[in-house]
Nanobody, 122 residues
Framework: QVQLVESGGGLVQAGGSLRLSCAAS????????MGWFRQAPGKDREFVAY???????YYADSVKGRGAISRDNAKNTVYLQMNSLKPEDTAVYYC????????????????WGQGTQVTSSS
């Protein structure tokens, strides 16, 4: 069993930056693909980015060029750096773990965190 805890969310002005962290416990996640999703009020949860066990990354078009996902296997932690934040980035951000190699759908993920709120004000 894997437990995931997100942190680093908050209120930031549009154009600002945040770094989200996802700390895993229970077992090492070095062999998992780690992903970030987000859910805005009244909207479905959407894929943001993933990084797999070989270091391959992939981003949604909405954050491409503004987001950077990374992992520190020694700390069992995954990060999402978000730059040039826009009001439309406001959402609860979730971390998730998957055994799939290129998972962009939430059905492919086995473990989820509780989420951290990111609010970007104009």
């Amino acid at each position: 069993q894997v437990q995931l805890v997100e942190s680093g969310g908050g209120l930031v002005q549009a154009g600002g930056s945040l770094r989200l962290s996802c700390a895993a416990s229970g077992r090492t996640v070095s062999s998992y693909t780690m992903g970030w999703f987000r859910q805005a009020p009244g909207k479905d949860r959407e894929f943001v980015a993933y990084i797999n066990w070989s270091g391959t990354t992939y981003y949604a078009d909405s954050v491409k060029g503004r987001g950077a996902i990374s992992r520190d296997n020694a700390k069992n932690t995954v990060y999402l750096q978000m730059n040039s934040l826009k009001p439309e980035d406001t959402a609860v951000y979730y971390c998730a773990a998957s055994r799939a190699r290129y998972p962009t759908r939430d059905e492919a993920y086995d473990y989820w965190g509780q989420g951290t709120q990111v609010t970007s004000s104009s």
